[in-house]
C-alpha cells in the first residue's frame, strides 16, 4: 500500500472516521516487516490491538446480588408510606374532633344563654309571685 494513503488512513484513524475496512488495511500494514521509520510508533499500538483481541478473560465473574438492596429499599418505602399515612390519619381525625369540640362548645354557650335569660325572665316572675303572696297572706291575718 502507498505510503501516501497509509498516511491519510493514520490521521483518518486518529480523527475516528475510518471505516472497518480502512481499520484492517492499517492493522495490515503495521504487522507487516515493511513500515515506514516515521511510523514506526504507531506498529506497537497496532500490535497491542491484535494481541489483545486474542487475550480471553477465563475467571468468573462473581456479581452482587442487587435484588438484596432493592428488597430493603422496598420494605423502608412500604414502612415510610404506611407512617405517613398513619400520620396523615391522626391530624385529620384531631382536626375532626377539635372541630366537633369547638361546635359543641358553640352550642353548650347557646343553650347557657338561653338558659339564662329564661332564669331571668322567671326570677323576675317569680318576685311578682312573691309579692303578691305576700299581699295575699297578709290580709289574711
Do not use: C
Request: hydrophobic residues 40%; aromatic residues 10%.
Amino acid at each position: 500500500m502507498e505510503l501516501a494513503n497509509i498516511e491519510k488512513l493514520l490521521e483518518k484513524y486518529l480523527n475516528a472516521e475510518t471505516t472497518l475496512a480502512e481499520e484492517n488495511d492499517l492493522k495490515n500494514y503495521f504487522l507487516s516487516d515493511n513500515i515506514a521509520p516515521h511510523l514506526l510508533e504507531y506498529k506497537s499500538l497496532f500490535e497491542y490491538f491484535s494481541i489483545s483481541k486474542s487475550e480471553r478473560y477465563t475467571k468468573t465473574i462473581h456479581l452482587k446480588s442487587q435484588k438484596k438492596k432493592w428488597k430493603w429499599l422496598s420494605v423502608a418505602a412500604s414502612l415510610v408510606l404506611i407512617v405517613s399515612v398513619y400520620s396523615i390519619k391522626q391530624a385529620n381525625d384531631r382536626r375532626i374532633a377539635e372541630k366537633a369540640y369547638a361546635d359543641t362548645q358553640k352550642a353548650f354557650n347557646l343553650l347557657s344563654t338561653n338558659l339564662n335569660k329564661g332564669t331571668v325572665a322567671i326570677g323576675g316572675q317569680l318576685k311578682n309571685i312573691e309579692t303578691v303572696e305576700r299581699k295575699i297572706f297578709k290580709q289574711q291575718h
